[in-house]
Each structure stands twice: as C-alpha cells, then as structure tokens.
C-alpha cells in the first residue's frame, strides 16, 4: 500500500452494509407518515412498513417518525435524506 492509500480518509465513518435508523419530524398525518415510508421505499426496496414507530409530540400536531432499514451503500442514505430535507412538509430530520 502506497503513503497516499493509508492517508485516505473515508467518505463515511459508517460500514456498510448496516442496519440503520432515520428519523423525521412532520404534521402528524398519515400522508407524512407515508413520505416518509415512501421515500425511504424508493431508495431501499425493501424495507418493510413494519418498520415504522411513530412517536407523536405532546399536542399531538406533529409526529416523529422512525424507520429502520438495512442499508448497503452510502448513497442510499443521502438520497433519503436528500428528498426528505426538500420536502416542505418536513421539519427536521435525524
């Protein structure tokens, strides 16, 4: 291995494949809920609805939802994101 080799940095400090978790908040909706599957969905194929757990706020007006999916590669995580981020309806994510 040549000195440029052992100085790369990786691109994540996640290995891959790996189980991971995502979370987001948004109005507590079932059309929310279903973003956030969906788009997780389109990136991880699959992933199962199942693996869903909604934590909603004191109100109740906005839910947290979390997901859990086996991820294989870096760019699924930054395409879910990526879309959830641009979503209007979402107001943060984990």
Known sequence: ????????????????PCHYEL???GPHCETFIDLV???????VA???REAIRL???KTGKYV????????THI???HGIYGEL??????LWTL
Do not use: G
């Not at 291995?1 to 891959?16: A, C, D, R, Y």
């Open 64 to 71: 947290s939802v979390k997901i859990k999916f086996y991820a």
């Open 23 to 25: 979370k987001a908040m």
């Open 1 to 16: 291995m040549t000195e440029s080799q052992n100085s790369e940095k990786p691109e994540t400090l996640i290995e891959f």
């Open 85 to 90: 981020n641009a979503h209007p309806d979402v």
């Open 55 to 57: 934590n909603p706020s």
């Open 37 to 43: 599957f969906n788009t997780t969905q389109k990136h």
């Open 46 to 48: 699959d992933v199962a």
């Open 75 to 77: 760019e699924q995580i």
